[in-house]
């Protein structure tokens, strides 16, 4: 059974940076591309990164010289370093595979706002 537990959000100021992690438990998480979606209030939820097994990355326009994704798979973790948020950044935050993807985790909440 796959899970999947995002934690790292929260609340800050315009400009500040966040860590965001996701544990994954019941895959080989190694062989697996993994990515961030974020789904913001009244929006449906989008691409953010993604980042394949053997290294390669891809980020959406919005996150793009802002944010770094990152794994540790000897930790079974997915990261997302937030840096210079925006007041648009504001998003439920959560982690998947890009295709065949699994069922949801919680999110993690993150807003910016002063």
């Known amino acids: 059974q796959v899970q999947l537990v995002e934690s790292g959000g929260g609340l800050v100021q315009p400009g500040g940076s966040l860590r965001l992690s996701c544990v994954a438990s019941?895959?080989?998480?190694?062989?697996?591309?993994m990515g961030w979606y974020r789904q913001a209030p009244g929006k449906g939820r989008e691409f953010v990164a993604s980042?394949?097994?053997?290294?390669?990355?891809n980020y959406a326009v919005a996150a793009k010289g802002r944010f770094t994704i990152s794994r540790d798979n000897s930790k079974n973790t997915l990261y997302l370093q937030m840096n210079s948020l925006k007041p648009e950044d504001t998003a439920v935050y959560y982690c998947?595979?890009?295709?065949?993807?699994?069922?949801w985790g919680q999110g993690t909440q993150v807003t910016v706002s002063s």
């Open positions: 998947n595979r890009p295709t065949t993807m699994w069922p």
């Open positions: 980042l394949t097994d053997y290294g390669s990355t």
């Open positions: 019941g895959i080989i998480f190694r062989l697996n591309t």
